[in-house]
Structures are given as C-alpha cells and as structure tokens.
T-cell receptor, first 114, second 115 residues
C-alpha cells in the first residue's frame, strides 16, 4: 500500500518565478493538506482540500494556491517566488477533514529560491 | 506568545535512558494531540495520537495529555541511537472544537541518543 508521495523531491527556482508541487495521497484518503516547514521550524499549515475545494486556509498570501483532482491528488502553486519561500513543502493526507483524523505526511519537496 | 511552545534542544541522553519530551499550548480548544518523529530531510512520521486528557502507551512510547495544565508529554523508554531525530508535537481543535483546520505544530525538539 503506497503512502503519500510527492514530486519533485528537490527544486531550485529564482525570485519571481512560479512553481508547482504535486502530491498523491495515501490509498483510500480523500483529503490533502499542505504545510510549509522552514529550516529549524515546525510545519505551518497552508491549506486543505476536500472534494476538490479549498476547505481551510492558514495565514498564507494569495500567491499560494492549490488544486485537487477527482482522483484526490493535489497541486500546490506558488507565484512570484520570494527568497523566504525556500522551505520543505509537505503534503499530508487523511480520510475526512474535520480536524480529528490522523494525517500522514509525504517525504516533502525541498524548494530553494535564489 | 506562540500557540504551541516546544524546547528545540538539542537534548542529548545516553543509550538506554528514559527520554521526556514536552509541549505547552495556549488554545484551550485543542483536543487532538499528536507526536511525530522527523529524521533529517524526511517527512514527519506519526508516533502517537491521543484524544483529550489521559495516557496512551505503544511499545516503548507513552503519550500523556493534561488539558487542565495545557501540557503534553512523550516518554521514550530504553532509548536507542535510532531514536535520534526531531520530535514534533502537533494538535488540533477539530470541527467539534470550533476549528476544522490544519494541525498546529511546535518547533520540534532535536533528540540525540549517545551510544
């Protein structure tokens, strides 16, 4: 049974560019959440997708957007990249979105903005 | 004041010792509590999940939640060098608690088990 997978594993971009990160949830899960983890910090919640809609959003600007597909996979898009966007981007999947479900994390995509 | 406070360490203990890791929080709506282990440059791995106050044991790991003090703990017995990692506490209010949103994490404690 495949766990949460993310692609790519690493990415280097320059300021002002746009990036798209991808996530496939654990088999049987229908909810995907995205987190940003800066070096030496805990993950911070970006947003959550369920039934192809953004259900909840953390304190992140509109430059961060996402999408969920009918097969429950998801994309995170970041526009107009800033140096401060350099971080490990984590995807987590769960069955349901009420906040009590166990979230399983993928290995992350490490983004470096130069 | 951050919602979740966790000492970043590093915490260094000899192999075989009992390890105690802790978090405090300020949001009384939190009712779901988790501990994740994260190895360097990897994603977090769920260790323990607890609802409300009380204790939960799983092998060498014991999680404790004291909602009256807003304090949670993770104990690791018979610690091994392979336990060396960053331990993250995380919590959620849940929909019934008024906030069906993502997890709120501590900064993580870097644990080193010396052989």
């Amino acid at each position: 049974d495949a766990g949460v997978t993310q692609s790519p594993t690493h990415l280097i971009k320059t300021r002002g560019q746009q990036v798209t990160l991808r996530c496939s949830p654990k088999s049987g899960h229908d909810t995907v959440s995205w987190y940003q983890q800066a070096l030496g910090q805990g993950p911070q919640f970006i947003f959550q997708y369920y039934e192809e809609e953004e259900r909840q959003r953390g304190n992140f600007p509109d430059r961060f957007s996402g999408h969920q597909f009918p097969n429950y996979s998801s994309e995170l898009n970041v526009n107009a990249l800033l140096l401060g966007d350099s971080a490990l981007y984590l995807c987590a999947s769960s069955l349901g979105w009420a906040g009590e479900e166990t979230q399983y994390f993928g290995p992350g995509t490490r983004l470096l903005v130069l | 004041q951050k919602e979740v406070e966790q000492d970043p360490g590093p915490l260094s203990v000899p192999e075989g010792a009992i390890v105690s890791l802790n978090c405090t929080y300020s949001n009384s709506a939190f009712q779901y509590f988790m501990w994740y282990r994260q190895y360097s440059r990897k994603g977090p791995e769920l260790l323990m999940y607890t609802y409300s106050s009380g204790n939960k044991e799983d092998g060498r790991f014991t999680a404790q939640v004291d909602k009256s003090s807003k304090y949670i703990s993770l104990f690791i017995r018979d610690s091994q060098p392979s336990d060396s990692a960053t331990y993250l506490c995380a919590m959620s209010a849940g929909e019934s608690g008024g906030g069906a949103d993502g997890l709120t994490f501590g900064k993580g404690t870097h644990l080193i088990i010396q052989p």
